[in-house]
């Protein structure tokens, strides 16, 4: 920019900028002309002065000058950012664009930079510029609740206004899953005037495709049958909760576990669990045959169980990616969109002060209600190993052997399985996730996992003693940038490792970015070239985004959706129809990306990539 250019600016604005402060009519009534405010009045004892300004103390006339310059300001920068990416012939546009943006429509702003940078005439070159784009890039995505499960109709059915919620409001169909802490049961809930004696149970409905909804109900050896030390024992499993239903005894408890637990907002990566609530232990349909021991005496002379449990109410997905992977060949491409998803699920995660600590592929779920040879839908399930505490964060203090460090031990990161207890040591949990997801990368592209073993396989890695050079070489298939980045991932020493949301971004620039930029002869693309593909990326999203909301009521017309929320019907196909040239997926990654852009995390992925190419 040029000297001159500065200076012509420099009065411009300074002079707007001193009229405005010279300028108080708007601070004072109307009934007091500005002429007067100068004057000195005298007026007779008992006589009235007439009305007073208004905001005559030194506070509130500071307020509203304050309040005045500062919507002053907003609108000298967003005039100050059009005109450096827009031309004198848009002068009209930019105006009409300004306006629009000052009461929060983002659109044409992307619209008009779009524009400028494609023309050439563009000229934003100044960091702090260009992060203030990508802030409204943020911005304008979580406006259209992208990150939201879009491919979830429970999501918009769920009743918002329920106080107390017990399992008397559901019917319970067929068992989905069993594990060695809970078992999930298909359910629906009850039809709102349907009969009030319908029965809970369902034992002949076999296809869990009728019921929408999963309930997890948690296995209580040892807790009071209470709600409160429920709730305060398992606290970890409802992390992910949207609402927990309690009752007014829990009020206190809420507040104070609201202070400490972390919170971890909805994501499409992440289980959505609706409901956290305590009830009754039931008898439910192969109870005896699955889980015997879990059952209090009053069911099972022979039981172990308390009577009262935590119990979870979610979307029923439809397979976990063990079985996923143990059914079927995937292609690369399907295996690397798995990747992405299960990467930006953890960097949501990190990012909330959250860490899993017992990812395997028997707690990622799929689903598979888009269209055929689609890549499912990923989400990470089972939080109950988890670090959500605000006042650790992602640093366990580790004073004895007695703590927990987390579940699958071989699975767990080298730093954290080495750790040893101390007074001021603490185990560092910023990238173990990150280095779990690296072992089951080489699930997903067709292999055994590494450092997984029983008495038939060979020796297998020990995540405490491996030597790099022995892990296993990954399929021809495989690409550079991913195989180099897995392996990066799988580091010992963890400041070799990337952070997780760099290598969240990777994987993201590899998808959708221009192939030229990952060749380690061209130089790096200029900060103008990253903000043209990152607002076409925008673009495309927002368009996409207004589309599907247009697609639900042009399939479902007004009165027709109307009925199927209150009738808390289930149409999946609906919200998972694919959008465009891309599935819902593949938008929900690409929104997920630009939820959390920065420039500079982009800069350092791409140097890693040509380092690393």
């Known amino acids: 920019m040029s000297i001159r250019t500065v200076a012509h600016r420099l009065f411009q604005n300074g ?112 960091d702090d510029e260009l992060e203030g784009v990508c802030w ?38 067929p068992a989905i899953a069993k594990g060695c802490s809970a078992v999930v049961y298909a359910t629906r809930f009850k039809e709102s005037n349907g009969n009030k004696d319908e029965p809970n149970i369902d034992d002949k409905t076999t296809d869990v495709t009728a019921f929408p909804l999963a309930l997890k109900m948690m296995f209580n050896y040892d807790t009071e049958s209470n709600a409160l030390s429920i709730l305060r024992a398992m606290y970890r499993e409802t992390v992910p909760a949207r609402k927990h239903l309690n009752n007014e005894e829990l009020a206190d408890w809420e507040s104070k576990m609201a202070e400490r637990k972390a919170e971890l907002p909805p994501h499409p990566n992440i289980v959505a669990v609706y409901y956290a609530f305590a009830d009754r232990v039931p008898a439910l349909p192969g109870s005896f045959r699955m ?62 002060g959250i860490a899993h600590r017992d990812l395997k592929s028997d707690n990622i779920l799929l689903d598979l209600s888009e269209e055929t040879d689609n890549c499912p839908s990923l989400v990470i399930t089972d939080f109950g190993c988890c670090l959500a505490d605000k006042s650790h964060g992602l640093y366990l203090p580790y004073s004895t052997h007695d703590v927990d460090k987390g579940g699958n031990a071989a699975l767990m990161a080298p730093e954290v399985i080495t750790a040893e207890p101390g007074p001021f040591t603490h185990i560092n949990y ?105 607002l076409c990326l925008t673009t495309k999203v927002l368009c996409e985004g207004r589309n599907s909301a247009l697609l639900s009521s042009n399939l479902l017309g007004g009165d027709e959706a109307d009925t199927v929320i209150q009738t808390n019907s289930y149409r999946r196909s609906l919200s998972t129809r694919s959008c465009g040239r891309r599935t819902m997926p593949e938008y929900q990654l690409i929104a997920s990306f630009l939820g959390r852009v920065t420039l500079g995390n982009i800069r350092s992925a791409l140097k890693w990539i040509q380092k690393n190419t």
């Open 15 to 126: 002079r707007a900028f001193l009229h405005s402060v010279r300028n108080t009519d708007c601070f004072y009534a109307n009934c007091h002309p500005r002429i007067n405010h100068g004057k000195i009045h005298v007026v007779q004892v008992g006589k009235s002065q007439g009305c007073l300004p208004q905001g005559n103390n030194n506070a509130s006339t500071t307020g509203r000058h304050l309040g005045y310059l500062g919507a002053h300001a907003r609108r000298l920068f967003v005039d100050n950012i059009l005109k450096r990416v827009t031309n004198s012939l848009a002068a009209d546009l930019r105006r009409r664009a300004a306006t629009r943006l000052v009461f929060g429509d983002s659109a044409p702003f992307f619209a008009l930079v779009g524009v400028s940078l494609a023309s050439g005439t563009g000229i934003l070159t100044k």
């Open 136 to 173: 409204e890039i943020r911005e304008a995505v979580s406006k259209l609740q992208w990150n939201t499960p879009q491919n979830d109709r429970n999501y918009e059915v769920v009743r918002e206004d329920e106080k107390v919620l017990s399992l008397e409001d559901f019917v319970i169909g």
């Open 291 to 352: 889980y015997p021991d879990a059952l209090p005496a009053r069911i099972n002379p022979q039981g172990s169980g308390r009577n009262m449990s935590l119990f979870l109410l979610m979307k029923r997905y439809d397979i976990t990616l063990k079985q996923y992977l143990a059914d079927r060949n995937m292609n690369t491409r399907e295996s690397i969109l798995l990747l992405a998803q299960l990467l930006e699920g953890v960097a949501h995660m990190n990012a909330h």
């Open 430 to 534: 910023t990238k173990a996730d990150l280095w779990t997801i690296g072992t089951i990368a080489y699930e997903m592209f067709g292999m055994k996992n590494p450092f997984h073993g029983n008495a038939k396989d060979e020796i297998s890695l020990k995540n405490h003693s491996y030597n790099e050079t022995d892990l296993p070489a990954l399929p021809n298939n495989v690409p550079t940038l991913v195989s180099a980045l897995i392996k990066n991932i799988l580091s010992r020493n963890l400041y070799k490792r990337l952070d997780t949301e760099t290598a969240a971004t990777i994987m993201q620039l590899y998808l959708w970015a221009p192939s030229a930029w990952f060749s380690s002869e061209e130089k790096l693309p200029s900060s103008n070239e990253v903000m043209q593909w990152l």
